[in-house]
């Protein structure tokens, strides 16, 4: 039993120095939610050929999501790796993270549906159908072959 403990504990703080370590990097590159924003914009207004209007509605767009998203951070494992097992009511606990995490799963996705609604009505049908085909050739470019390997994305992401 102290092993696995020692071994979530081990995990927890390893997840937390490379969190660290990856928003210290990003701090040091100058990036930044608008930066990324303003590049986002950038790539889709060269490859989709959108005006200034559909610019601007996306660059909004784009940094309402960023809001929303540091507004309501997203909560990890970490609630289920500080409960105790020798608790006698662990398994309700256990339940209660349970049903936590599935209503955030249900936020998210939400969330997502919503944004990508969004992001159609500021599209035109036949730049939806180009968006659809490039994230279509990205996906199989990333995802064919690759036996389990991870590739480098990138830097076109929307």
Not at 6 to 18: C, D, K, R, Y
Not at 57 to 75: C, D, I, M, V, Y
Not at 96 to 111: F, G, H, N, T
Request: hydrophobic residues 35%.
């Amino acid at each position: 039993m102290k092993a696995r403990k020692t071994i979530v504990s081990a995990l927890a703080v390893a997840l937390v120095a490379g969190s660290s370590a990856l928003a210290w990097a990003g701090q040091q590159e100058g990036c930044n939610a608008t930066d990324r924003t303003d590049k986002r914009v950038e790539r889709m207004a060269r490859h989709l050929e959108l005006d200034e209007a559909q610019q601007a509605s996306l660059k909004a767009l784009f940094t309402g999501r960023a809001e929303q998203r540091s507004e309501h951070p997203r909560k990890r494992m970490a609630g289920l790796a500080a409960l105790d097992p020798n608790a006698p009511d662990y398994q309700q606990q256990v339940k209660q993270q349970i049903s936590e995490m599935q209503q955030q799963l249900a936020e998210r996705v939400q969330a997502r549906a919503d944004f990508k609604a969004s992001l159609f009505a500021i599209l035109t049908p036949e730049q939806e159908q180009k968006l659809a085909e490039m994230r279509e050739h990205k996906r199989g470019k990333h995802h064919h072959g690759d036996h389990g390997h991870r590739h480098e994305r990138s830097g076109d992401r929307w």
